[in-house]
């Protein structure tokens, strides 16, 4: 009786729609980087407008140094994003090979697309609801609301005034990801300091005897820096990734496979998504992440990539209920005409 009842549940759409959810269904994957501006990683970080009308900060980070940018805007607009990239960030800093963002429209916009293919530079994006797959901005968000924090009530009334002298502090203090500075990743020096001068401490001030014994110079100490950059932010993401992976319950799919799509846009408790598509099939993979392309069951419908964390395989043996199970119709009941 018992397994006859367990074989029933695993079989029953409606008891597998209800059950607890999943939460790790795949190992944890990282955006690899190969050195500076090799990968740009952006978002946006809402807050409480300030005096002047900036309620918004477009946050930039180079993913392999951590540098961080943060530029307050007064919306989140298309043409505010494309402005302040090319004339703030990409005038000072050089165009980076890639970009990686989030599902965001004013991100996902022609006009960005644009831009960015006018200058040659690749955009990706995260899947939807997934913000670990653009996790280096989240994490910086957090801190800049942690240093925000500890103005004063009356400072906060104009934090947008704050933003730069804040961020440059992140920039110019040792990550524990690389064990370097992100400012010293970035320009192969350390940043010189108000404390410095207050305090009479000095930088390297060896002597060079020409601009090519100073770029040698420079050339092997960052590449110093960044092989040691590469080994502790390596080691760091072992870790992380071997205690996340504890908790995995692997189960790759394969393409045919059917899956029901979590409804992450629920309100209150989430669920699998219970709408005019039951099902999905999976078609493929992409190569080397936890993300797989699906297409609905039985109907034409647009490819959608979804990570495998939002994805639940059903059996060949669940039963689908035909129109949401709605109770046949009673022949004998009267006619009701038509409201015309």
């Known amino acids: 009786m018992r397994a006859e009842v367990e074989s029933y549940c695993h079989s029953c759409l409606r008891c597998i729609q209800r059950k607890t959810l999943p939460t790790r269904a795949a190992p944890m994957s990282h955006l690899q980087s190969q050195g500076p501006m090799d990968l740009v990683c952006i978002d946006f970080l809402c807050l409480e407008p300030d005096a002047s009308g900036q309620g918004n900060i477009l946050i930039v980070t180079d993913h392999f140094t951590r540098y961080a940018q943060a530029f307050s805007t007064k919306d989140q607009r298309a043409p505010t994003v494309a402005k302040v990239l090319m004339e703030k960030f990409f005038v000072h800093y050089g165009l980076p090979r ?20 006018l200058l040659g530079i690749q955009k990706t994006r995260t899947t939807p609801y997934h913000p670990q797959g653009d996790a280096q901005p989240e994490r910086f968000n957090r801190t800049l609301l942690n240093m925000l924090g500890t103005l004063s009530n009356v400072e906060k009334q104009s934090w947008s005034r704050h933003i730069a002298t804040l961020v440059h502090a992140y920039n110019s203090t040792e990550s524990d990801a690389t064990g370097y500075s992100p400012y010293r990743l970035m320009f192969g020096r350390e940043a010189r300091l108000p404390v410095d001068l207050a305090f009479g401490l000095s930088l390297d001030q060896t002597s060079v005897a020409s601009h090519r014994n100073y770029v040698d110079r420079l050339r092997k100490n960052l590449a110093s820096a960044f092989e040691q950059a590469r080994l502790t932010s390596g080691n760091r993401e072992q870790r992380n990734k071997k205690n996340y992976d504890l908790k995995v319950r692997i189960q790759d799919l394969q393409p045919g496979d059917r899956v029901l799509l979590k409804n992450l846009g629920a309100a209150a408790r989430p669920s ?54 709605l109770p046949p119709a009673n022949p004998h009941a009267p006619r009701v005409p038509p409201v015309t």
């Open 98 to 117: 890639r970009i990686h963002s989030d599902q965001g429209r004013d991100f996902e916009s022609r006009l960005v697309g644009q831009l960015l293919e």
């Open 272 to 325: 699998w998504r219970i709408d005019g598509v039951l099902r999905y099939i999976v078609c493929k993979q992409l190569p080397g992440l936890p993300v797989y392309q699906i297409r609905p069951d039985g109907k034409a419908g647009p490819l959608k990539n979804w990570h495998r964390n939002h994805l639940l395989p059903l059996r060949e043996a669940v039963r689908i209920p035909v129109e949401n199970e």
